[in-house]
């Protein structure tokens, strides 16, 4: 099968190769990937900003179908169509896993960092990782990163009825965090720079409200940043009201200086949530299956995966909100 492999150092190591059809051991399924959506965690991977081994196929956020069930499986998997969880393997042994937190686990392996991930026709990923969904449209690719967006915002919840939510990046983290920032009941404004209209006219369509340029200062009960950027960070800072709470959703790839002593004479408190846990996924699914969450506006653009360096290039320039691959 073809397959986009992360092979060597920097952005050059990416390109399309063949790799065998994986098959499934005991209590794995073998997946038909529908679609695979593209992260800045890909672009990252790219860029040796985040932790990967080589060789690897990437993608990590799945929509896909079961094909096939290894021993030890429920039969009843085959033909349903599922969202994934992302772990591999985990040591189930330490700390971290024993509490469910298994996305500290220092063993873990994620498919498209250190195991093979989803933008390739076929994929094998333990029993345990999937999710069967009843949405019919593109949208419920989106159930990853939504579950990322949840371990930030939901456990405990940051949010709190009334409350004045501010959201930095109208890009997918952004767009998530702000529904489920409304969902909780806050009064949400997703905020982007002039170049992002075509982002922000979504997030308004969806009925959020929507800020242009610099946020006013000391307004905000809780101000989210999923942008990921230096500019982010200190526009939340400074939006941030006092005794209020920022919350970090958006990975920099990179160092990014913060005013701490901003954070003590305002008495903020400082969140953030790496990946997701089993409880976060229960939230995202319970916000998909309510319909408190629409998905369907933020799958912006689709590519076949001959065309994979577009598709990162989008996501690079900021066109559109999620973009996806379609290996098949």
Known sequence: MTALVKHAPGERGLELREVPVPLPAAGQVLLRVLAAGVCGTDLHIAADEYAHQVPVVLGHEVLAEVASAGTGVDPGWVGQRVVCETYFATCGRCEQCRSGK????????????????????????????????????PGAVLAEPLACAAHCLCDPAVVDAGDEVLVLGPGAMGQLSAQ???????????????????????????????????????????????????????????????????????????????????????????????ASTPQSWRRALALMASGQVDLDPLVTGSYPLQHWDQALQAVRTGAGIKTVLVPG
């Open 180 to 274: 489920i920032a409304r969902a909780q009941g806050g009064r949400v404004s997703l905020a982007g720079l002039p170049r992002d209209a075509h982002r922000l006219q979504v997030a308004a369509d969806l009925g959020l409200g929507t800020l242009t340029g610099t946020p006013p200062q000391e307004e905000f009960d809780v101000v989210i940043e999923a942008s990921g950027s230096a500019a982010g960070a200190r526009a939340a800072l400074a939006a941030a009201r006092r005794g209020g709470r920022y919350v970090q959703v958006g990975i920099a790839g990179q160092e990014v200086p913060f005013a701490l002593d901003t954070v003590l004479y305002k008495e903020l408190t400082v969140t953030s949530g790496f």
């Open 102 to 137: 298994v996305n500290l686990c220092p063993d873990r392996q994620s498919i498209g960092s250190f195991a093979d991930g989803g933008f390739a026709p076929w994929l094998v990923l333990p029993e345990v990782n999937l999710h069967q969904v009843t949405l019919e449209g």
